[in-house]
């Protein structure tokens, strides 16, 4: 069974940091294309960030510069650093993983990230 767990997740302050990391279990997670995205309120679900099983990282311009994601395949876990946080990155942050080869999707239920201004 597949699953995807978040955390990390809170309440900070403009400016702060917070780090989220999922957890993996059941995926050959080395195979496995990660990234995260958000949901804020009544808005649509929007890519973070993405990292390739060979290394390839991509940025929503809007996090560029901010947010960094990783991975640790020994661990099968994924992370997203978020550094400089503005109220306007409040919203839930889902992990999730794509199979490289038949482009099949899991995703995670989700962390909750609150920035107060």
């Known amino acids: 069974q597949v699953q995807l767990v978040e955390s990390g997740g809170g309440l900070v302050h403009a400016g702060g940091s917070l780090r989220l990391s999922c957890a993996t279990s059941?995926?050959?997670?080395?195979?496995?294309?990660m990234a995260w995205y958000r949901q804020a309120p009544e808005k649509q679900r929007e890519l973070v960030a993405v990292l390739t099983r060979r290394g390839s990282i991509n940025y929503a311009h809007s996090v560029k510069g901010r947010f960094t994601i990783s991975r640790d395949d020994a661990k099968n876990m994924v992370y997203l650093q978020m550094n400089s946080l503005k109220p306007e990155d409040t919203a839930v942050y889902y992990c999730?993983?794509?199979?490289?080869?038949?482009?099949?999707?899991?995703w995670g239920q989700g962390t909750q990230v609150t920035v107060s201004s």
């Open positions: 059941g995926i050959t997670f080395s195979l496995f294309t």
């Open positions: 999730k993983a794509r199979f490289e080869l038949t482009t099949q999707d899991y």
